[in-house]
């Protein structure tokens, strides 16, 4: 799918475009969005910190990709992370150049890779994921005592966080418009950093989604990497209790401690890894329920579940309210076990009441192609506006096709 745009400098010349993301290190909810990105303007250079080869789309690939000194440090292309104390340093040496407007899709220190000392700046549109999550609100799960220690994390961790707080807040200023990819991410930008974002829901590949023909079994779904913050064990620890049979799709460091406990409680949970597209396909077309028991940003997963017909419970915290709504999921507000527990008794309750035709209707308010004809309008009319100022010329999307979070129940 090839998309043009029609922005016009003053001179009737095409405006040079550069796109700016953090890492390319594989692909993920962010690289989605940049492949997109990389769709809608195909000529156009990328800055980004790594660029592992082959591991992004051909998309992504097939332009000029400008990397920073990162790449040339030792072992950083698999533990990059390490690293995180330079990320500044990085960012402040590495900036898209030659350009009159830069996209960046950021979820660390890509909006900073944007030069504002030039006398000709190029207008900024940060679509952001999140401020930096493992130095503001996550910083527990990342480097917290029961991560890192006691003492590593009080004593170098948290001054390492608090320094990049600093830098984080202090490059603010070079974005023109921020776009949040949910409400709940556009509030943090609100605390955080003290601007507004207009909300912009990410894209779902939901067309490969709603051919799934939907014949539920008696087990519940589990689409997840394995760390920390995703609360799997929550879901193991829930059908445990209630003698569900669980299965597990996806991998990650806390693979072996969660079989671990699934056998120490006699839990009945089959451990899937990594699938294909169209496996992936087939787990949502036949689990009971998808269970979400984390707190997203936004949550690609569950609007990929109801796509296929498969109804969600999760918790009603984040982004996921956003895409959910009763007639699609069983939201809960109580962040334990127990409380998913009762919305997995709830949701059996009358699971009969859930029809594909809303579901699948639902996934389709976040499709690619609305993605792009969103993003589209909003570039178009935030840099060339016509009647109006280019502030109030704008569109907010928060209400195009999102869940009404009055009307959201929670258990």
């Not at 990397?67 to 330079?86: I, K």
């Not at 948290?158 to 509030?187: C, G, H, W």
């Not at 989604?209 to 939907?214: I, M, N, P």
């Not at 792009?372 to 704008?394: C, H, K, W, Y």
């Amino acid at each position: 799918m090839q998309y043009n745009h029609r922005f016009n400098k003053s001179n009737g010349e095409m405006p040079r475009v550069a796109l700016v993301h953090d890492w390319l290190t594989g692909m993920r909810g962010g690289e989605k969005v940049l492949d997109l990105l990389c769709r809608l303007y195909p000529s156009a250079p990328l800055w980004t910190l790594l660029h592992c080869p082959g591991a992004v789309s051909e998309a992504i690939e097939a332009r000029p990709i400008y990397t920073s000194l990162l790449q040339h440090m030792p072992y950083a292309r698999t533990r990059y992370r390490n690293y995180l104390p330079l990320f500044p340093f990085f960012a402040e040496f590495h900036k898209a150049q030659s350009t009159d407007l830069v996209i960046s899709t950021s979820h660390a220190v890509a909006k900073a890779m944007v030069s504002r000392r030039d006398k000709r700046k190029p207008f900024h549109i940060c679509y952001i994921h999140t401020p930096m999550r493992y130095v503001w609100d996550m910083f527990d799960e990342y480097f917290g005592p029961s991560r890192v220690g006691s003492f590593l994390s009080r004593f170098f961790f948290r001054p390492i966080a608090q320094l990049l707080q600093s830098y984080d807040k202090m490059t603010v200023d070079r974005v023109d418009l921020f776009l949040a990819n949910s409400r709940y991410v556009a509030e943090r930008v609100r605390r955080i950093y003290g601007r507004e974002a207009l909300v912009l829901p990410p894209p779902v590949n939901t067309e490969r989604f709603l051919a799934t023909r939907r014949e539920p079994e008696d087990w519940y779904l589990v689409v997840s990497a394995m760390v920390p913050y995703k609360k799997v064990d929550q879901a193991i620890r829930a059908c445990a209790a209630l003698h569900r049979r669980l299965k597990l799709v996806g991998k990650g460091p806390e693979t072996a401690g969660l079989k671990r406990l699934a056998e120490a409680l006699g839990a009945d949970v089959d451990f899937v890894g990594y699938v294909c597209d169209e496996s992936l396909s087939d787990y949502y077309g036949r689990a009971r329920a998808l269970l979400f028991p984390g707190l997203e940003d936004f949550g690609i997963v569950p609007v990929e579940a109801i796509a296929c017909g498969c109804p969600v419970i999760a918790l009603g915290i984040g982004g996921v309210l956003d895409s959910m709504t009763p007639l699609t999921s069983v939201l809960y507000k109580n962040a334990t076990v127990n409380g998913l527990t009762q919305a997995m008794l709830t949701f059996e309750s009358h699971e009969n009441t859930f029809k594909e035709s809303d579901l699948r209707a639902q996934a389709l308010r976040f499709s690619e192609a609305c993605f792009l004809s969103r993003l589209e309008q909003t570039i178009r009319n935030a840099i060339q506006p016509t009647e109006v100022d280019a502030n109030d010329g704008v569109r907010d999307w928060s209400h195009e096709g999102l869940a009404p979070l009055a009307t959201t129940e929670l258990i």
